[in-house]
């Protein structure tokens, strides 16, 4: 009797204590839904299915690509071509097909490069492999790719015994994989009594932590050679205004336009504009005016821009041949008139296009480095709203990336300053943080906003320098100078409205170059030609010779 009630409540006590042996579906663990599907690790995390398997090859979702393996790839899902940009070429792989091309040299694989199933494509990760740091190994029952893109130092554990990991922590957890004695296990995390791992195979779960044994950290590498996107650096700080150029005839000004200028050594011309979503381009591009700032030491960087109302951005940039045919109109023209460089300045480019936007730089960029021609690229100063122009990108593949310091109050915003000097030191701090500051130039304002205010409505017009100081003097006003802002401000009733002014002149100026020395910019801009009041280009000029 006391033998049988000794077995009993032994029985019980396992059944209550004692670990299961349930195992845990692993097709539901990894999210397989499909007979094509694979599951993913990366990293040691487990990831929803997007990798699937045909012919022995193992594809990833381009998305997935995208958001883990790297960015660099893009897919045109309306031609239906991938491409990669290396710093002197453009690979490319149509839908469902073998070959691929770099340099317009046709190159096969032994496999589908990229597969489409509806509106998904599907990459090769032997072909991503060519391209991007990661190494990765497959495993059956069920399908799975374990993928490995951070590399560095990590924690491992040998398996003291035969022991199995679970799906939680718990003896009573089910079972994802038997681990055999001396299998080596990535040890993520501890809790309690039990060990978050990894293994081999891609398993993440859990076991115990007397079940393991000679803790140590280890180091994993992988041998890849990182493309190098090095471009032009000048060895001299970049002083650069911008020219508004409206029509043809307007190029002859522009000896008269420099005549008072000193210290320049770079002019961009707002020659270029899209003209239709196939990416056709008008310009009012000269030689002579070349040739003239050329006499005069400076280099040209014509400007492009997007603000042609019959342009749609997404219809433009989202498709590879328009894009191609942007570029290489762009390109032509530069190289026809002796033009230096280029200056894109796109704005108001929406959200959803900016994978397409920083394609359409990446592209330029190898044409440029190819052509010996400057890549510059104007940016807003950085705002969470901003973040898909791909500052960082833009800071690989361009030149030089321009912060735009000004517009801080804006037509339609309440009465402030267009640039104050703690926002545009935000704005270049901010920009620091993905590019570096020898590819940064910051751009300044010659002008400045004459604010009008009548029974609470608020109106603003941009003006010159000369013509700012003109309506302090007609109008009686002293300026004071707020240090807060670096600014002098000054205010004055008229005709029932209140008149307000921060102004921007030499001392205002002054304080906003004196940031290209502090962080070691690369150099500064201006907007533009023609608002400036005579004694502001000594002051720049001082201001950066102790930058140079």
């Known amino acids: ?3 049988v009630i000794g077995l009993a ?7 209550k204590y004692g670990p299961t042996k349930e195992t845990y579906d692993l097709n539901k663990y990894f999210g397989i839904t499909a007979k094509s599907q694979m599951g993913v690790t990366i990293n040691n995390e487990v990831l929803d299915a997007q990798a699937i398997t045909e012919g022995g090859t193992a594809y990833l979702s381009y998305n997935f690509v995208q958001d883990y393996i790297s960015d660099r790839f893009y897919w045109d899902s309306n031609e239906h071509i991938l491409l990669y940009t290396l710093p002197r070429d453009m690979v490319k792989a149509a839908a469902d097909s073998k070959d691929y091309s770099v340099s317009d040299t046709v190159n096969s694989e032994d496999y589908t490069i990229v597969k489409t199933e509806g509106d998904t494509a599907y990459i090769a990760l032997d072909f991503l492999q060519k391209y991007a740091n990661f190494d990765y190994e497959v495993y059956k029952d069920p399908a799975r790719v374990v993928i490995t893109s951070k590399f560095g130092e990590r924690q491992t554990a040998k398996v003291k015994d035969d022991s199995q990991v679970r799906i939680l922590g718990g003896v009573k ?7 055999k004695k001396g299998d080596k296990l990535t040890v993520l995390e501890d809790v309690s009594d039990w060990k978050k791992v990894c293994t081999k195979s891609g398993i993440v779960g859990y076991i115990q932590k007397s079940k393991l044994k000679d803790a140590k950290k280890e180091t994993i590498s992988r041998e890849f050679e990182e493309p190098d996107y090095t471009g032009i650096k000048k060895d001299y700080k970049i002083n650069l205004v911008w020219h508004q150029v409206t029509s043809e005839a307007a190029n002859e000004g522009i000896e008269d336009a420099l005549a008072a200028t000193k210290g320049l050594n770079t002019i961009s011309p707002t020659w270029f504009s899209v003209t239709d979503n196939s990416g056709n381009i008008s310009s009012i591009a000269s030689t002579d005016y070349v040739d003239y700032a050329h006499q005069c030491g400076m280099e040209v960087w014509a400007l492009v821009d997007n603000f ?5 951005d997404m219809e433009l940039l989202s498709h590879t041949s328009s894009r191609e045919n942007l570029e290489n109109q762009l390109v032509n023209a530069a190289l026809q008139n002796g033009i230096d460089g280029i200056n894109v300045d796109f704005e108001q480019i929406p959200t959803d296009v900016g994978d397409h936007y920083i394609q359409f730089i990446r592209e330029l960029s190898v044409l440029c480095r190819v052509n010996n021609l400057v890549l510059s690229v104007d940016n807003y100063v950085p705002k969470g709203y901003n973040t898909h122009y791909h500052r960082e990108e833009q800071g690989v593949m361009a030149d030089y990336v321009i912060i735009m310091g ?15 000097l703690p926002w545009v030191e935000q704005g270049v701090e901010d920009t620091l943080a993905e590019v570096p500051a020898q590819r940064t130039i910051l751009a300044i304002p010659f ?13 603003s017009e941009a003006i010159g320098m000369t013509e700012a100081q003109n309506v302090l003097t007609e109008n009686k006003v002293e300026t004071v100078w707020d240090g807060s802002i670096s600014q002098n ?7 029932g409205s209140t008149y307000q002014i921060w102004m921007e002149d030499a001392q205002s100026i002054a304080e906003k170059v004196k940031l290209i020395p502090k962080y070691d910019l690369a150099g500064v801009a201006q907007w533009r030609l023609g608002f400036e009041s005579n004694d502001i280009w000594s002051t720049i000029s001082e201001n950066l010779q102790s930058a140079s």
């Open 9 to 15: 409540g032994g029985t019980i006590y396992w059944i």
């Open 489 to 495: 401000y000054g205010e004055y009733e008229k005709d």
């Open 447 to 459: 002008y400045t906003r004459l604010w009008k205010t009548t029974g609470g409505a608020v109106t």
């Open 1 to 3: 009797f006391i033998v």
């Open 173 to 179: 957890s089910p079972v994802l994989e038997e681990v």
């Open 308 to 312: 042609d109302q019959n342009v749609d």
């Open 406 to 420: 000004y517009d801080e109050h804006y037509v339609g915003s309440d009465a402030g300053s267009v640039a104050s």
